[in-house]
């Protein structure tokens, strides 16, 4: 252990200061093509047509793949065995679930030649009105939830993140100056407004065996933008760095 | 953690006489404040005496003509849960109640509490980086460093901290006495004179001396004590100190102000007395916002904010104002 206490040298640092460091991009492996994908721009709707003539005959271009000429893929049947299962396959048909869903795959030489030829690619859709989740009707179908405490859990640490949290650094020292919790702000109970979780929605069995995807963390996501949002609407002050403290709002 | 002895005191005299000679004695009451600078290793006594066992500090008193004495040893949810205090002085009750929390106000000592270290987070920090008041001479790394929660009256080179205790602000607000125990006898020292400015000795946050026991603080009748509120702005909503707060107490006459009291925390290295707006506010009427605010501004001329307080400013003129238009509202 003579490692232990004593300084290393970097053995890859004089390389990567000097430009001579190689990438992964940076290798070639000879006989291979390159992919460039091509995405939706609605959210919900139909392709009413794809012209993909150009970007064929763009330099380098092996090959344009759409719904029109991708052979159809088996789906994959649900399976304890593939909890993440997804029988959703792109390139399949013309309808379009969701934005930036895959329209098309272009194939060349070089991976500039297929993103140039995915800009040539010309679709014209049919716009259907997006699927807006209403949580007033929604909640009609409500659930108890089985994991309410680990929901409530993530939207309390969202408001942390939206209106407390922050580790401050020196300007002069480059040191944390809130290196615990007497400086580095949690919510406390009177932070936290009486909160009522409900889980909308069936069993999902093709997202896990449980029949749902996992919570975790998953319920902090939207918190923070919807905190912002009311401030918004009350203050008239739209924020964008968090947390949203007072002196944002002055 | 810093290691200490502790002993127990059972007369004030010889408490008194103990705390003279030796340096390294600290009193010790409720302890919230002290234990958690030990552990910043802010305060490294070597001997602490128990004065809890001392007699007769523990009690909250009626005065004669209207005022309350508080023992300093009463605890701080017992003052705040004191009938006669809450109806003689609401502000004092709304002071305790925004402080700390419940456990520790269970715990906390009125005496104590005036004690509070005035402090930022480079003084707690428990590395040691530059701090005045952690080790004399070494500068003051908020200064030029972060400092969103420090002062924006008062401050000095060496020093640009905020007193922490809400109870401090409304009792510079009353204008009450702290009575203390020393060698020499009692003496009584008003309240606005207890803590002092950092100046070029920061190191010292009020003006007792070696041997010297705070017995009890009094607050004295005063017409605008019912008509009294402190209000407390704070980053999050309980256990967290003042960004900016304001005790404010009214006497009125038809709506228009007769005299008023106003002082504000989270500004200064001790409570900030604004005695120029107190002038300006008699005679204005409560519902002219504009007038209000005028008479608020006066006391800002001196205001330096730092390079992240600036907004301490504005902040403070509409803490202070709501503050007087809710007391108002009980006149």
């Known amino acids: ?250 | 953690m810093h290691p200490f002895a502790l002993s127990r005191a059972d007369d004030p005299a010889q408490a008194i006489a103990a705390h003279a000679v030796d340096p390294h004695l600290a009193f010790i009451a409720g302890g919230t404040d002290l234990i958690g600078l030990i552990k910043d290793r802010a305060a490294l006594p070597e001997r602490l005496l128990d004065i809890n066992g001392l007699s007769n500090m523990a009690r909250i008193e009626a005065l004669p003509e209207g005022g309350l004495r508080i023992g300093a040893l009463a605890r701080m949810s017992d003052v705040a849960a004191d009938m006669e205090l809450r109806r003689r002085f609401p502000i004092i009750a709304e002071a305790l109640l925004f402080s700390a929390s419940v456990q520790l106000r269970n715990m906390a000592s009125i005496g104590g509490n005036i004690m509070q270290r005035t402090r930022c987070p480079y003084f707690r920090d428990e590395t040691d980086g530059r701090c005045n008041k952690r080790s004399l001479g070494s500068g003051c790394a908020a200064l030029h460093g972060l400092n969103r929660s420090h002062a924006i009256f008062g401050w000095s080179e060496s020093c640009v901290a905020t007193n922490p205790s809400d109870l401090a602000v409304a009792l510079a607000a009353m204008d009450a006495v702290v009575i203390v125990a020393g060698q020499k006898g009692e003496r009584h020292i008003p309240f606005t004179d207890f803590h002092r400015l950092p100046g070029s000795t920061p190191e010292r946050d009020n003006v007792l001396e070696r041997g010297d026991l705070i017995v009890a603080v009094e607050v004295p009748a005063s017409v605008e004590a019912r008509a009294s509120h402190y209000l407390k702005v704070r980053d999050r909503a309980s256990y967290e100190f003042a960004l900016v707060s304001a005790a404010a107490a009214l006497a009125t006459d038809g709506g228009r102000i007769r005299s008023a009291r106003l002082a504000m925390g989270g500004v200064a290295h001790k409570p900030w007395r604004l005695t120029a707006a107190e002038a300006a506010l008699r005679g204005i009427s409560l519902d002219d916002i504009d007038a209000l605010r005028s008479a608020i501004a006066t006391s800002f001329t001196d205001a330096r904010p730092l390079a992240h307080n600036a907004f301490k400013v504005e902040l403070a003129h509409r803490v202070a104002l709501r503050a007087l238009q809710t007391a108002g509202a009980r006149a």
Do not use: C
């Open chain 1, 1 to 250: 252990m003579t490692v232990i206490g004593q300084p290393i040298a970097r053995v890859d640092g004089r390389l990567k200061v000097t430009g001579g460091a190689h990438y992964t991009a940076d290798i070639s492996v000879g006989a291979v093509a390159y992919g460039a994908v091509v995405y939706s721009t609605i959210a919900n709707g139909r392709i009413v047509s794809i012209d993909t003539a150009a970007a064929e005959k763009a330099s380098g271009v092996l090959v344009v793949l759409t719904h029109k000429n991708l052979p159809r893929m088996n789906p994959q049947p649900w399976s304890h065995l593939r909890p993440q299962g997804q029988t959703y396959l792109p390139l399949q048909d013309e309808e379009i679930h969701y934005a930036g869903q895959p329209v098309a795959l272009v194939v060349a030489d070089t991976l500039d030649e297929a993103t140039y030829a995915g800009t040539l690619i010309k679709v014209a859709y049919e716009t259907k009105p997006p699927v807006v989740f209403d949580l007033r009707t929604a909640k009609e179908d409500a659930v108890e939830p089985p994991a309410r405490s680990q929901a409530i859990g993530g939207i309390i640490w969202g408001v942390g993140q939206a209106l407390l949290e922050q580790s401050e650094i020196d300007p002069v020292s480059g040191q944390f100056i809130n290196r615990n919790y007497s400086g580095y702000l949690v919510p406390t109970h009177a932070d936290i407004p009486d909160l009522d979780v409900l889980f909308v929605g069936d069993f999902d069995e093709e997202a896990s065996p449980l029949g749902a995807k996992g919570l975790g963390e998953l319920t902090a996501v939207s918190v923070a933008p919807a905190i912002a949002n009311a401030v918004y609407h009350a203050t008239g002050k739209r924020v964008r760095d968090l947390p949203i403290t007072m002196e944002k709002l002055l």
